[in-house]
C-alpha cells in the first residue's frame, strides 16, 4: 500500500501560489483537488482527489481534464503516477489518454506506474 501523502499548511500556501491548483465543489464543499506543477515543456499532474462519497461521479475526470485545458498552451507532455494496485486510477488514466511510460517497484507489494500524455 502507498503511504499517504501529507503536507503542512506553509506546502499548500505554496502550492497556491506556484503551481496549478484546482477544486471541484459542491456547494461550499471541496470534493475533489488536482495539481499540476509545469517544469519546462512538461506538467506533473498530482495530489487528484476526491471525497471518498463523491467517487463514481465524473469528478476525478473533470479535474483531470480541467488540469490539462489550464495548463495546455505551455506544455508539450503531461506526466503522472500510480500504484499499480489502484485500478480506478489506472482505468481513469487510460480513459483519459495517458500511455504507461515505465514503472519501479517500491516494495514487494507496490510498484509506481508511470503514465505520459502527450498535450
Given at each position: 500500500?502507498?503511504?499517504?501523502?501529507?503536507?503542512?499548511?506553509?506546502?499548500?500556501?505554496?502550492?497556491?501560489?506556484?503551481?496549478?491548483?484546482?477544486?471541484?465543489?459542491?456547494?461550499?464543499?471541496?470534493?475533489?483537488?488536482?495539481?499540476?506543477?509545469?517544469?519546462?515543456?512538461?506538467?506533473?499532474?498530482?495530489?487528484?482527489?476526491?471525497?471518498?462519497?463523491?467517487?463514481?461521479?465524473?469528478?476525478?475526470?473533470?479535474?483531470?481534464t480541467a488540469v490539462e485545458?489550464?495548463?495546455?498552451?505551455?506544455?508539450?507532455?503531461?506526466?503522472?503516477?500510480?500504484?499499480?494496485?489502484?485500478?480506478?486510477?489506472?482505468?481513469?488514466?487510460?480513459?483519459?489518454?495517458?500511455?504507461?511510460?515505465?514503472?519501479?517497484?517500491?516494495?514487494?507489494?507496490?510498484?509506481?506506474?508511470?503514465?505520459?500524455?502527450?498535450?
Amino acid at each position: 500500500m502507498l503511504s499517504a501523502l501529507t503536507e503542512n499548511v506553509g506546502d499548500v500556501a505554496r502550492a497556491i501560489e506556484q503551481d496549478i491548483v484546482l477544486v471541484a465543489r459542491q456547494g461550499t464543499r471541496i470534493v475533489g483537488a488536482v495539481r499540476g506543477i509545469t517544469d519546462g515543456r512538461m506538467c506533473h499532474v498530482g495530489r487528484l482527489v476526491v471525497a471518498p462519497d463523491m467517487h463514481r461521479r465524473g469528478i476525478g475526470g473533470r479535474l483531470l481534464t480541467a488540469v490539462e485545458l489550464t495548463a495546455s498552451g505551455s506544455v508539450d507532455r503531461f506526466t503522472l503516477f500510480t500504484g499499480n494496485r489502484s485500478e480506478s486510477n489506472l482505468s481513469l488514466y487510460k480513459r483519459h489518454g495517458y500511455e504507461q511510460a515505465h514503472s519501479h517497484p517500491l516494495s514487494p507489494e507496490v510498484t509506481l506506474v508511470h503514465w505520459e500524455k502527450l498535450a
